[in-house]
């Protein structure tokens, strides 16, 4: 990327004045018309103008530094980028699959709104992307600059080929997320049984507890039932009591069967649990590979995204490229075409004049022998044109005793007797064949005429001037004391160009190099006033007391001003 400050050989800080008469110096000195057949120096001075045209304009300087600013910047490493994009698009993902797999406050399923969400911001981007392409195309058009228009059409195609791609991907991605969709679902039922197992393993728990203290319960009566058997009792009683034992041994084997039956059941409820929790892992395992799959995807498309910024990047920054350039030819081209336009008028007003001043003399011819001529005047003359010869011719005539002269006098009384008259005026013009309408068409063409030659004369000397301006310019810079001096002044004085103090220190000091006494006090000036440098009196003094010691009336009388002081 250019830099066109270091082009002009100014600061990034410098102001819209520094950077003009910067321009200003490098473009006389590196001129294609002082430098014939040198290329360098061409060059250098297409640059110069490129630079001078973004810098000059304040919007297109923004826009430069910006884009300066941001080429400066240091890059960031391709194991950062990596690493950030990665981390992106595992977070991206994890947000996809939460907002998939669970429902909203309302009820209404959250991976239809993603879906539907992930449609329209596709459809945004699309509208974007197509509405930023047509903005390129719109531009490149407006340049008219074929090379421009072909390689934006060429660069737009590529980006909607890979849009469309970016987007044929991202429908597959999503059909592939509501196949999977399930898959969190499924883990949630995992969960559900694997929570409704606990809690029958702990009811199951307490029936055993229970049982176990009903048989402890049921063993210790039997104990006493057999101490109580065959103590003294009679044998209806131990009948009894052992009917009662018999009993109680059944109830104990019922209840060892239900623990039994309780323990059977509660390690097939374990196995069951250990089964669920090593599919719920599974699961769990499945999920995270899925997710890492998505990321790697979705990774890839938002580097086919970056990809296509970057590429209209790239774009825009060529179009801009181009638009400066085109503009920079554009003034050019202006500039010479006014030139061109100046010396065409100049050459074809040339013609006008001489054609009209045949033609004045013709008309002088024809009003010689007629009263018109008589007082001097072509016959299209106006009254106060009439009335004003008159009163020279009488003012001339006037007193002399010649003959002829004052036959002339005579002759011209009477021609202004009846020319003054309108009504004798008309009769006469109609003896001589000439019609109002034909005065009034000559007066036109002379008031035209007269306009022409005005516009002439101030384009000519427009032209001298600047003709004896380069002619300056060019022994200035061959390095001409004179020259340098009264290019200085010029830029000093403001008189027939703006006021340029920048210039103007810079051709001084080139000229008190040489020892010239009147820049070296002008130099002197300006360090005392300020003007193109900083304030500095006594450099200023300095300067102004060396120029009068080598002879400059001007530095003199200011010296002695300064003693005085």
């Keep these: 990327m250019k830099n066109y400050y270091q082009i002009l050989g100014v600061q990034s800080t410098a102001t819209e004045a520094e950077i003009k008469s910067k321009y200003r110096v490098l473009a006389k000195r590196y001129h294609p018309d002082v430098n014939p057949g040198d290329a360098t120096a061409a060059s250098k001075f297409a640059d110069i103008n490129e630079a001078h045209a973004v810098l000059s304009d ?13 080429a400066s910047a ?36 959250l991976r239809a709104q993603a879906a539907a969400a992930q449609a329209a911001a596709q459809a945004k981007a699309q509208a974007h992307a ?5 903005a390129l195309c719109n531009q490149a058009y407006r340049q008219g600059v074929a090379e421009a228009q072909q390689a934006a059409e060429a660069e737009i195609a590529k980006i909607m080929a890979a849009l469309n791609e970016a987007v044929a991907e991202n429908k597959k991605l999503k059909a592939k997320l509501d196949a999977e969709g399930g898959l969190k679902e499924r883990v949630k039922d995992s969960e559900n049984d694997r929570r409704e197992l606990e809690k029958e393993l702990f009811n199951r728990d307490q029936e055993l507890a229970e049982c176990k203290e009903r ?28 009917s009662e ?25 374990l196995a069951e649990y250990a089964e669920l929790e090593k599919r719920c892992r599974q699961l769990e395992t499945d999920n995270k590979q899925h997710e890492l799959k998505n990321s790697a995807q979705i990774k890839l498309q938002q580097d086919k995204r970056r990809q296509l910024q970057d590429e209209i990047g790239e774009l825009n920054r060529k179009i801009a490229e181009l638009t400066a350039e085109n503009e920079a030819l554009r003034t050019e081209n202006e500039q010479w075409l006014q030139y061109a336009g100046s010396e065409e008028f100049l050459s074809d007003a040339e013609q006008r004049i001489e054609a009209w001043n045949k033609k004045v003399n013709a008309d002088k011819r024809r009003a010689k022998t007629t009263l018109y001529g008589d007082l001097g005047v072509l016959i299209w003359a106006s009254d106060e044109q009439i009335v004003e ?16 002269l004052i036959a002339k006098l005579e002759k011209a009384e009477q021609a202004f007797a009846v020319l003054s008259d309108p009504q004798k005026r008309a009769e006469y013009n109609a003896s001589i064949d000439i019609t ?15 306009a022409l030659l005005d516009e002439y004369r101030e384009k000519l000397a427009n032209k001298e001037f600047w003709q004896r301006f380069d002619e300056l310019t060019e022994s200035a810079m061959a390095g001409d004391a004179q020259s340098q001096f009264t290019l200085g002044e010029m830029y000093f004085t403001g008189d027939e ?13 080139e000229a008190a190099k040489q020892k010239h006494a009147d820049a070296m006090y002008y130099l002197g000036v300006c360090y005392v006033e300020g003007k193109g440098l900083d304030k500095n009196e006594n450099t200023g003094s300095g300067f102004i007391r060396q120029a009068a010691k080598l002879g400059s009336k001007l530095a003199q009388t200011a010296v002695d001003k300064m003693n005085k002081k």
């Design 130 to 134: 197509q509405a930023q392409v047509q």
């Design 389 to 404: 010869a008159h009163a020279k011719l009488v003012k001339k005539l006037s007193g002399k005793s010649d003959k002829a």
């Design 245 to 269: 034992l018999e009993s109680v041994k059944a109830t104990l084997k019922a209840l060892e069967r239900d623990h039994n039956s309780l323990t059977t059941e509660h390690d097939s409820l």
């Design 436 to 450: 109002d309408e034909r005065i009034a068409e000559e007066r036109r063409l002379i008031a035209e005429n007269e």
């Design 497 to 509: 160009i703006d006021y340029d103090y920048d210039q103007a220190v810079f051709w001084f000091k």
């Design 58 to 70: 304040p919007k297109s300087r923004a826009e430069y530094d910006a884009k300066l600013k941001e």
């Design 74 to 109: 240091p890059r960031p490493s391709q194991e950062d980028i990596i690493a950030r994009q990665r981390a992106q698009a595992q977070a991206a993902a994890r947000q996809a699959a939460y907002r998939n797999m669970n429902m909203n406050m309302n009820g209404v399923p």
């Design 215 to 242: 048989i402890s319960y049921l063993e210790n009566e039997i104990n006493q039932l057999r101490k109580r058997v065959g103590t003294g009792r009679t044998r209806a009683e131990n009948s009894n009591l052992q």
